[in-house]
Structures are given as C-alpha cells and as structure tokens.
C-alpha cells in the first residue's frame, strides 16, 4: 500500500478562544502533487476513526477511483457540539467564522490543496451536515459543495435556505437512514427522515443541484461509514 500522511495542526482560533488540533490527511504520492481538492469535515476525528474514511479514502485512490484529495478533520469539544454546530447554537457564528478566516487560509497555506471553490467540499454527520450546509449557504464564493449524512435540519436552516435568492450554484449530497424516525437529540427528539425529504425540496425550489438517497439504517457510524464510499465517488470520482 503507498504512503499516506497524516499531519497535525493547531488552529488558536480569536474567535472560539481557544485552540483546535486538526488533523490533515495527505493522499498517497501527495509529495508529487499540487492542487488538490479538500475535503473539511466536521467531528473529523470521529470520521478518521468510527468512519474509517482514511481507510476507504485511500483505498478508493490507490484503486483509481477516485483522484487524490486531501481532508481536514476538525475536532469539537461534545459539551459544546450543540453551541458550535447549531444554527440556534450561541458560538455557531464563531465557528463558521474560525473555519473561514483561520482554518482553511492555515491549510492552503502550508498544503497543495487548490484555492478555488470548486475544489472545497465542506461536511459532516447530523448537527456536523447542519453546520456545514450553512457555512455554504452564508459563504457561497467559499463554498460551493456540502456533504450531509443524515442532517439535523432544523427550521432556523430551513429558513436560511428560503432567504437566498438562488442557490443553482450549490450542490449538495444528502444521506439517511429510514430508521432515523425519532432520533433523541439535544433539541429533543427529531423525525430526521421527514426534515431530511423537506430539506430537499426546498434546496431543489431554491435551484440547489441535490443528490439523495435514503436507505436502510441509523443514525451511527455504522451507517454513515458504510455509504461514505458513495459520497466520495460523487466529489472526488474520477471523470472518464
């Protein structure tokens, strides 16, 4: 198997006051390379390790599925998961604000990874899908591409989305499972399946480009790793 790299980072955000480490995944023969596309992902630490996405990100380019890339894993502290990554959350502003204004001009800095929108797809899981989704919606020359596995879509992000006069610049792949019917949160319990399908349809009557799938499974790990290679395929797969 060829060399893949994982370096560390610390991010002293002014505005979180405080200090992240963030963990960036270089692909395979990343030494030879410039321009690469990123992938950020929110509960990073979580994606390398419960998602394997690093496991199956390198299996899939050493297979020549898909083009290298490289992935910024951010981490959270759980007790303020819901302030960062909630658009009811009192530091979600902060945090949309360190990712833009500190975390990717650190990367971009000292990584080959491109500085054009196309090339940056911002994601996460749950609350994870609800930040990134509304990181785009707030920064669109930045931000063009969400990953969202089972999306914790609440009606303040509904609401953002209806605001915007046009989002036929955004593509977005939406994921869930049909057992995530009453999903217990911190915002009590929430029928993910039903905001995910209103989700859609107001991303589409926005002009939003939207892929969707539902199939069986949960709100775990288990299911977000198994589809993982799909939503990889679609950013990151090789055009023939």
């Known amino acids: 198997m060829a060399k893949r790299t994982i370096k560390k980072e610390l991010v ?17 023969g990343h030494e030879a390379l410039s321009n690469l596309p990123m992938l950020v992902l929110h509960d990073g630490p979580d994606y390398f390790n419960l998602g394997r996405i690093v496991t199956q990100a390198t299996s899939l380019i050493e297979a020549g599925e898909l083009k290298p890339f490289v ?10 998961r819901t302030s960062e990554y909630s658009p009811a959350g009192q530091r979600q502003p902060y945090h949309i604000r360190m990712v833009i204004e500190e975390l990717l001009p650190l990367v971009r800095e000292r990584y080959p990874v491109s500085q054009e929108r196309e090339d940056l797809v911002i994601g996460g899981s749950s609350l994870g899908g ?3 989704l509304h990181l785009a919606l707030q920064h669109p020359t930045v931000c ?62 926005q002009g939003a480009q939207v892929i969707y799938h539902e ?6 790990w288990g299911f977000w790793q198994r589809e993982l290679p799909r939503a990889l395929r679609l950013f990151f797969g090789k055009v023939e």
């Open 12 to 28: 002293t955000s002014r505005f979180l006051d405080e200090t992240k480490e963030i963990l960036v995944y270089l692909p395979p």
């Open 71 to 80: 992935m910024v894993a951010i981490p959270v502290n759980k007790e303020r």
């Open 130 to 132: 609800t930040v990134s």
């Open 144 to 205: 063009s591409q969400v990953l969202s596995q089972s999306g914790a879509f609440l009606q303040q992000t509904i609401d953002e989305v209806m605001r915007q006069p046009s989002l036929s610049h955004l593509r977005v792949y939406q994921s869930i499972g049909l057992s995530e019917t009453a999903v217990p949160t911190h915002m009590g319990t929430l029928d993910l399946v039903a905001r995910n399908r209103e989700m859609k349809q107001h991303l589409q009557e």
């Open 215 to 220: 199939e069986e499974g949960d709100h775990t």
